[in-house]
Each structure stands twice: as C-alpha cells, then as structure tokens.
C-alpha cells in the first residue's frame, strides 16, 4: 500500500513552458485534492475532485487543469508556467469523513 | 466558501511547557475539523481531528477542543518534547469531507 505517490519530486521550468504533475493513489479514495504551498499562506487549494469524472475549482485554478479518468489518478497540468508558479504542490486524497492523506511533494521551479 | 483563520504564526515554549494554537472558521455549516503537523521538508501528516458533534478529544499529549458556538477550536500539546518543533495547521471544511481549507500555520518552536 503506497498511499500517495507524486512524481516527479522536483523540476525546473522555463517560463512557457508546459507539465504534467501526477498523482496517484491506491487506497480507493474518493476525494483528491490539489494543494500549492507558498512561505506564509499555508496550503491554498487548486483543484480538486470528488470522484471519476468530476472535477472543482479551488481558490488558485488559474493556469492549471485537471482531469479525473480513474479513481486512481489524478494529474495537474500547467499550461504555460510563470514565475508566480514556484511553490511545492502537494496532492492529497482521503476516503469519506477521514482526513487527508498527503503525497510527498513536488517542488517546481519556473525561470 | 470556508475561511479559517490560525493564531499564532509563531509559538516558542521551554521543553515540558504547553503549547496551544488557536483557529477560527467562518462556515457554520463545517463539521470536521482535523489538524496537521508538517516537518521541514516533508509533507503533512494528520495528528488529530474532531467532529462537529464531540467538544474534546485527546490522543496522549495532543488534544483539541471544539466550541461550534463562538466557531473556535484549539490543539493543545502538554510536556511539549523538542520533536514537537514543526509547522501546524488547522483546516476546516465545506461541501462534504472533499474540500477543506487550511489555516496558514503555526510554526512551534520547543527550546530544549
């Protein structure tokens, strides 16, 4: 039981440019979750998803999309990084009425 | 949508001393209220949660009280240990379990 997996764990863009973050989870999970985290405003959510072939918008959509095809995955796309997209994301899934189980992290770094 | 506010952002205690972070939420409806502890460089990792329905719930040194009226709950750490030191947040949530809203954070600081 991995729980979260994200890859890759770090990465460095040039501004333009595009990426997919995966996620993955093997706990049959519902919910999954986007999250950036930035010195000083905590965990801001991007998207997020209640289950295959849904998906919301959080707080911070802009410049990012999401798909859900399987319970399983769950990938973030930057469509044209910026520098305003230097964060750590996090991608956290969780079963109905228990908290959320985070990935590792991705720390991306746009030039 | 939920908005949560924490308090303190900083929070240094004497090892053995207490700690107790504060936390405020705006949606009434909001019924579960977990509370995360991230280290450097790792990720968040859920310590404890409670309920709307329960006013108290403690796990060994960690405890977190709930007041739905005034919308404030609070995690309390007794015999505060130096591996405690780490970032802390609180989150609440709307829609369902599936959207929650974290606090900014707590970073506690044990001074052995």
């Known amino acids: 039981n991995a729980g979260v997996t994200q890859t890759p764990k770090f990465q460095v863009l040039k501004t333009g440019q ?14 999954m979750s986007w999250y950036r985290q930035d010195p000083g405003m905590g965990l801001r959510l991007i998207h997020y998803s209640v289950g295959a ?12 999309n999401v798909s859900r095809s ?17 964060s750590v994301y996090f991608c956290a899934s969780t079963g109905q009425g228990d908290g959320y189980t985070f990935g590792s992290g991705t720390r991306l770094t746009v030039v | 949508g939920e908005n949560v506010e924490q308090h303190p952002s ?17 949606d ?5 209220f977990p509370w995360y502890k991230q280290e450097l460089g790792k990720r968040p990792q859920l310590i404890i ?19 739905k009226t005034a919308k404030h709950f609070s995690l309390h750490i007794t015999e505060t240990q130096p591996e405690d030191s780490a970032v802390y947040f609180c989150a609440g949530t709307s829609g369902g379990y599936q959207k929650v809203t974290f606090g900014t954070g707590t970073k506690l600081q044990v001074i052995p």
Do not use: W
């Open chain 1, 70 to 86: 399987t319970t399983e995955d769950f990938p973030l796309r930057l469509l044209s990084a910026a520098p305003s997209q230097t």
């Open chain 1, 53 to 64: 072939g849904i998906t919301d918008q959080g707080e911070v959509p802009n410049g990012y």
């Open chain 1, 18 to 31: 595009s990426m997919t973050l995966q996620c993955a989870q093997d706990m049959n999970h519902e919910y």
């Open chain 2, 28 to 32: 009434s409806a909001s019924n579960y």
């Open chain 2, 49 to 67: 949660d409670i309920r709307s329905n329960v006013g108290e719930k403690k796990d060994q040194r960690i405890a977190v009280t709930l007041n």
């Open chain 2, 10 to 26: 900083t929070l240094s205690v004497q090892e053995g001393d207490s700690a107790v972070i504060k936390c405020t939420y705006s």
